[in-house]
């Protein structure tokens, strides 16, 4: 299968794009690191060499990969994990707190894989974020921002100097927002994260499936709330 499309983002930041069809999938980010890149969520596992493909097409080699970065553990996010780390040793895994311990333990509920049919092994998890951390990667500061609802350990990462948001099942484009009824979903608590995220200055908007908003993306993220206040 050919790779997976990519497009620029901002300078070292690139979009590896969801392939979904019958089968689930998530937008990937890629971030540069001098002679390192990390990415931003994984994939489906059945797409992992579209996604090596499509590293390669950046010029990148596999072995250059330091970090992957979750939102959150669901499957279609997670999925190549295992596929990374059986050809990285030394890739750091890193995760909320909350579904840290997931991943550590291998799990099939929280993750969903019972449905997508895939069962998880115990993965290591390098680093578990929390609410307010900040980190490097190349020229962007990324602030860990705990936003529940979709899952109880899902995150986002802002970027403040760029004013970008990669948003997970957060929030989505035309006022759209992840499903709350998977195991630790709930509404209430997706409407409050949402809340918060509405409060920020975001300009790009960068869910985990559909396109990204590269402009407007707090009006984006309003109309979402708006859209969760009415039916959650
Ligand atoms: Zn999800």
């Not at 050919?2 to 620029?8: S, Y």
């Not at 690139?14 to 540069?32: C, H, Q, T």
């Not at 989505?172 to 009824?181: A, E, N, P, Q, T």
Request: charged share 25%; glycine share 10%.
């Amino acid at each position: 299968m050919a790779a997976k499309r990519v497009q620029k983002v901002l300078d070292d930041f690139y979009w590896i794009m969801a392939r979904e069809g019958m089968l689930p999938d998530s937008n990937i980010f890629l971030v540069k690191d001098r002679k390192q890149f990390v990415l931003f969520d994984a994939g489906i596992h059945h797409f992992f060499k579209d996604t090596v493909d499509a590293i390669k097409e950046l010029g990148l080699e596999l072995k250059q990969m330091d970090r992957l970065i979750l939102t959150h553990t669901h499957l279609d996010h997670s999925g190549s994990t295992p596929e990374f780390k059986g050809r990285l040793k030394d890739l750091e895994v890193w995760v909320s707190e909350e579904e840290g311990s997931l991943l550590e333990q291998g799990d099939d509920t929280i993750v969903l894989g019972s449905m997508l049919g895939q069962r998880l092994p115990p993965i290591p998890v390098a680093k578990k974020l929390h609410d307010g951390d900040v980190f490097e990667v190349g020229a962007y500061s990324f602030e860990v921002l705990s936003t529940p609802g979709h899952s109880a350990g899902s995150l986002c990462f802002f970027e403040p100097n760029h004013k970008l948001l990669i948003s997970g099942d957060v929030v989505f484009r035309h006022g759209s927002f992840g499903r709350v009824d998977f195991p630790t979903g709930n509404g209430k608590v997706l409407i409050q994260s949402i809340e918060r995220l509405a409060s920020l200055p975001v300009e790009m908007l960068l869910p985990g499936h559909m396109g990204i908003a590269t402009k407007d993306g707090q009006r984006e993220i309003k109309l979402s709330l708006q859209f969760a206040r009415q039916v959650l």
